[in-house]
């Protein structure tokens, strides 16, 4: 039983390229930049707000809105298949002035290159706590997405399902990530305990998480109804 | 405990007839039910992190539980004896433990393996429950992180001494404390918050500013 | 009305209503002896519906099958799984959080505790991270040093997998062989680092302490002895035909899916990419060593466990090779102000004397910056993004956990199989609640 797939190779698309080593004496700031980054600023003329050179990385700053189209640009092109999401995560700063920035980690396995996208969301009030989805390009970031909701509050438009996963869902303290938010939680250790004991997590199947399982058309219409009515399953 | 390098095992008959009143046939029955009952323990490994790991491996061939009788792990809390909490226990995994607690037939007792278990541990943030005795009560407490298999063998081995000192004529031992209805805890909300107090230098840490 | 029927006996009651139906009992003996089956009460018809319903089961969180605190809901039809939805976060217990409130080599300590499977492999892993943040270079000797930590690392983390896949699939004697391995690399860790599972082995700069004397004697006994025990694994497991039955054509995922998904490490290895951070994005010098990437073809689970058990004995193959040319030299870098300097300069010489008071009092301060650095751990592509502000604790502290993202993928892999399927795909997965919950 043999699979319908050929063995992918990474770099397979950059033959000539030399092969990788283990990077030294990495400059702090400077030295040369992912291809992509140019390759990013001719083709998405505007949206790129500034590019840095950090440790040999290259991060992109890039619009908000704007990140969509790139992203989807990055992942089908030729020229640059980036076909691994590596992360998605958010970084808050101690300095309130510095914006909140959500960051992609992006990889080409055909031309062994590793690219960081990065969106600013300033605290000025005016900008909401919202970045398109990736899911439509990249499945790995169904997960990490909602991550970053749970621990930031980021939303993430055009995702199928924006809640809490870390956390339980009724999770009231917070967005534990956030500076503002103290390390040991806003309620005393006796109030955290009294509410983890009443959310129950597994205790019952809610109605949200039966309707976005997707699961609740294909039930019998008599099931439905039961449910509807409040009926709890499980214990 | 104090400092004995072994528990002795002749404590148990020494306190047979400790008890007043107590006829020959009472503290023969208590030394034969309690011999059974801690030779047989039957843990139920509550396992959730890193202690989990040395568990597995105090399980395993080289430390061997099954010479004390404790190798049919029960993951079925209905059939166990005694729940090993191994590992940390976040506030989303309580109402879990509580449950398990609740599902386990009388006897049973508790053994906390682990810092975390017992405290917190160094978890001290807005996730992590400081100390499952918060939540169900605690026979012994097994400190480490993670404790050598020999130091969870001499826990184990502690819960047994405790079992044998157990009497019959003791009605009230296997009493189940109730949470209070309004709140879901056992113990008062001000207890759980002076035990959970955080101590020592970690309050520093967060204030040190540098 | 003069016979009796039994039930009305037994009940006490008469057992008809006002219509002279029954009211429970859908069957009633007549005068005479004859059974007759009336039209069954309206509360029964539904039940009959109840045929062509799914059922949805509760797994976990706590069972011992799903390799830690996960809990998955499975939809059913009969035995078949028609949807599988995954809930974690049972094991969150705020790591990355709490790294915004330690110093970096205070937040070593924590890196044990999440991928508990591969502590010291973790520690070397952040080392690295925060090695680059700071932009010091470490020694040779330490280089080969990690290379030997983190091979013995991957070794102790698929050997737990080996045997608790084994148990979940009903094997019980190779998770004894397997561990009792794990405790030959267990005194190694600890004569090295003084501890078996938490080893907080490294510092930024360098390792917290030299191999001891005998160590390389030992490790290289260890070399000799260890392929007999992966040999005879093999010889129980890979053409039995139970574990072939059960482990073939399971949980598939191609090699676009695989990629797509973000899997990593065996995962995607297994459905036949030959993505290995040690190859396409390496550290620690490992494109000088000569070892092969076992890669898969089918991505089912079975390939996936041919691919860690050749990995088994890929990394003993690195591991010879490391320790014969492990270099003599200081272990620790000389950049003091990252790494304390010796008690002896440090009484004597006023520069090294400021040095070590800053770095005890706030710890070694990174320039502003930040890095990403991956390595490959036995679960995958595991990552830390650091991003310092100037002081002495990190901004933000991120870990890209391997697992986190295997498992996300579960639910595609398990339509259509067996129950008893799901818990041999959960399996084959490798994964490790501390690091998906973090």
Redesign the interface.
């Known amino acids: 039983m043999s699979g319908a797939w050929p063995i992918a190779i990474p770099g397979s698309a950059a033959p000539d390229a030399p092969a990788p080593a283990t990077p030294r004496h990495l400059p702090n700031r400077g030295g040369p930049a992912n291809p992509s980054a140019d390759a990013i600023k001719a083709r998405f003329a505007g949206a790129v707000q500034r590019v840095e050179v950090i440790w040999g990385e290259t991060s992109v700053f890039v619009e908000r809105l704007q990140l969509g189209e790139i992203v989807r640009w990055l992942h089908d092109d030729p020229s640059q298949r980036y076909d691994y999401l590596s992360d998605v995560t958010a970084v808050e700063y101690r300095d309130p002035e510095q914006p909140l920035e959500v960051v992609w980690h992006l990889r080409s396995l055909p031309y062994r290159r590793f690219l960081r996208l990065k969106v600013e969301l300033p605290h000025d009030g005016k900008t909401p706590l919202e970045v398109p989805s990736v899911w439509g390009v990249y499945k790995a970031a169904d997960w990490m997405e909602r991550e970053c909701y749970d621990m930031f509050g980021i939303r993430f438009s055009g995702h199928p399902d924006l809640r809490r996963i870390l956390m339980w869902e009724q999770y009231r303290e917070g967005f534990p990530l956030r500076k503002d938010f103290p390390l040991r939680g806003r309620f005393s250790r006796a109030e955290q305990l009294r509410q983890a004991l009443a959310a129950n997590p597994e205790a019952r199947y809610s109605m949200e998480e039966l309707t976005v399982a997707q699961a609740f058309e294909d039930l019998p219409e008599a099931m439905r109804k039961r449910l509807s009515g409040g009926e709890r399953t499980g214990e | 405990m104090g400092l004995t390098a072994r528990p002795s095992d002749n404590l148990a008959r020494q306190d047979a007839s400790a008890g007043a009143g107590e006829s020959w046939v009472a503290t023969r029955l208590d030394f034969l039910v309690n011999w059974g009952r801690a030779g047989s323990l039957w843990p139920m490994p509550f396992g959730t992190a890193c202690c989990a790991i040395e568990f597995m491996a105090t399980a395993a061939s080289r430390f061997d539980l099954a010479r004390f009788g404790m190798e049919r792990m029960s993951f079925s809390p209905r059939q166990a004896d005694v729940l090993i909490c191994a590992g940390r226990v976040p506030f989303k995994l309580a109402p879990v433990l509580r449950r398990i607690w609740m599902q386990m037939p009388q006897p049973k007792w508790c053994i906390s393996m682990g810092a975390c278990a017992s405290s917190g541990g160094m978890f001290d943030n807005y996730a992590v429950v400081q100390g499952i005795d918060t939540i169900i009560p605690v026979d012994v407490y097994v400190p480490g992180c993670p404790p050598r298999p020999e130091g969870l063998l001499y826990g184990i081995l502690m819960l047994q001494e405790k079992v044998k000192r157990e009497r019959m004529s003791d009605t009230a031992l296997r009493n189940e404390m109730d949470p209070d209805p309004k709140s879901g805890l056992y113990i008062p909300a001000q207890a759980i918050d002076e035990l959970s107090e955080p101590f020592g230098n970690s309050v520093h840490q967060t204030r040190s500013g540098l | 009305m003069s016979t009796k029927r039994t039930v009305d006996v037994a009940l006490g009651t008469s057992g008809l209503d006002e219509q002279g139906r029954p009211r429970r009992a859908p069957l009633t003996m007549n005068e005479g002896g004859t059974v007759t089956t009336l039209e069954p009460p309206p509360a029964l018809e ?1 039940a009959l ?1 109840l045929e ?3 059922m ?1 089961i ?1 797994l ?5 099958a799903t390799h ?2 996960l ?1 998955l ?1 499975v ?1 059913l039809d009969g035995e078949t799984v ?2 599988c ?1 995954p ?8 790591f ?3 790294g915004e ?2 110093q970096y080599n205070q937040i070593i ?2 890196t ?2 999440e991928d ?2 591969n ?1 010291i492999g973790n520690n070397v892993a952040f080392a690295l991270g925060a090695e ?2 700071f ?1 010091i ?1 470490i020694t040779p000797r330490c280089t080969v040093l990690r290379v030997i930590a983190m091979e013995l690392s991957r070794i102790i983390s698929h050997l ?1 997998w080996l ?1 608790t896949t084994c148990i979940d699939i009903g094997a019980f004697t190779p ?2 062989w397997a ?2 391995q ?2 030959r690399v ?1 005194e190694l860790l600890e004569r090295w680092v003084g501890a ?3 080893t907080s082995a490294t510092r930024v700069g360098g390792m917290a302490a030299d191999i001891p004397a005998g160590w390389m004697d030992q490790l290289q006994h260890f070399i000799k002895t260890f392929p007999k025990t992966v040999d005879e694994i093999d010889r129980v497991l890979t053409r039995n035909g139970i574990w072939v039955g059960r482990t ?2 399971l949980g598939v995922m ?4 695989a ?4 899997l990593s490490g065996p995962m995607v290895r297994a ?5 290995d951070v040690r ?9 000088t060593y000569d070892f092969e990437i076992p ?5 089912d689970v079975y390939d996936r466990f041919l691919v860690r058990m050749e990995e088994l004995r890929q990394s003993t193959r690195i591991l010879t090779q490391a320790a014969a040319r492990l270099p003599e030299g200081p272990v620790n870098s000389d950049d003091h102000r990252v790494v304390l300097p010796p008690k002896s300069k440090a009484m004597s010489d006023m520069e090294s004397m400021i040095h070590h008071f800053k770095q005890v ?3 070694p301060r990174p ?1 502003l ?4 650095v ?1 390595v490959e751990s036995p679960k995958g ?1 595991k ?1 830390y ?1 650091m ?1 310092s ?1 100037g ?3 990190p ?2 502290w ?1 870990i ?1 956990p391997p697992s ?2 295997n ?3 579960i639910g595609k892999m398990v339509e259509g199989h067996l129950l008893s399927d799901v818990i041999a795909i959960n399996a084959s997965i490798d994964i490790v ?2 690091e998906i ?2």
């Not at chain 3, 990629?259 to 973000?262: A, E, L, Q």
């Not at chain 3, 890669?295 to 991505?299: I, K, L, Q, R």
């Open positions: 539904d519906e062509g319903e799914h949805l509760n976990g969180p706590q069972h011992p830690g605190v809990r809901v939809e028609v949807r939805i809930h974690i976060g049972y094991l969150h217990c705020g990355e959080k709490i409130y330690r300590p924590w044990d505790r508990y499977l502590s680059r943040l932009g270079e737990v045997g998770f004894l561990f009792e794990r405790e267990y078996r599972l938490t073939v054509g191609s090699a676009d899916e990629v797509n998904y973000g459905s036949g990419v030959a993505f190859r396409d994005f390496p550290y620690l010098d490992y494109e890669v898969g073809t089918n991505g009092m706030e710890g320039p910056g930040e890095s990403y991956a592509e990552g993004y991003v502000d002081t002495g604790k901004v933000r991120r890209r986190f993202v498992l996300s993928a609640m501390g919950d973090r």
